[in-house]
């Protein structure tokens, strides 16, 4: 299964003010706080994967939920597309001292807050990031990359969005790059 992602920098205001028009749901927001992890062999930054444990708080809940994910390598110049494999885990301070104790090391934690709306099978995201500023997201879940990323970028036309300003760093890499 591919993420299938395409992110631009965008005003958020003038993306809420499109989203009742495309009949947009809201999923509601989170805080996530996504702590990356270097391997102790393999350069991901050469290898272009990325392993994180993700840190989740749902509108103002205070217990977090914990996920682990390791993305894959690029696929596609035309998009973020990349094989992603994740589950959850119980505790994410857990979770970070055993890739500790294997001798990976966290690299930078990357904080944001997701404003998030369902249209059809897509998720438009209102990304805030730490540092970055805001950004857009329209992204799936699709075996076949080429019919979705079209969709995807159809999707940012609707919001008023341009995908030829996409951007293919991820945010950790647009921070360590800052």
């Known amino acids: 299964m591919y993420e299938v992602e395409v992110k631009v920098r965008a005003d958020h205001d003038a ?5 009742p028009d495309l009949d947009a749901e809201s999923l509601g927001t989170v805080e996530q706080a996504d702590t990356y992890y270097g391997h102790p062999v393999r350069d991901f930054a050469e290898t272009d994967e990325a392993l994180r444990v993700r840190r989740e708080t749902r509108d103002g809940e205070s ?3 914990a996920r682990v994910t390791y993305k894959g ?6 998009s973020k597309t990349r094989e992603e494999f994740e589950t959850g ?3 994410g301070d857990t979770m970070a001292a055993i890739l500790e104790e294997l001798d990976f090391e966290a690299v930078e934690t990357v904080e944001k807050t997701r404003e998030r709306f369902r249209v059809g099978e897509y998720t438009v995201t209102l990304d805030t990031i730490d540092g970055l500023g805001e950004f857009v997201e329209v992204e799936t879940e699709s075996e076949t990359v080429e019919p979705a990323r079209e969709g995807a970028q159809a999707v940012l036309r609707d919001l008023g969005l341009d995908p030829d300003e996409q951007i293919r760093t991820s945010y950790l890499g647009l921070l360590l790059d800052g």
Request: proline letters at 6%; aromatic letters at 0%; glycine letters at 6%.
């Open 15 to 19: 993306v809420r003010d499109r989203l």
């Open 63 to 65: 217990d977090a939920e």
């Open 73 to 78: 390598p690029l696929v596609e110049e035309a």
């Open 89 to 91: 885990v119980g505790d």
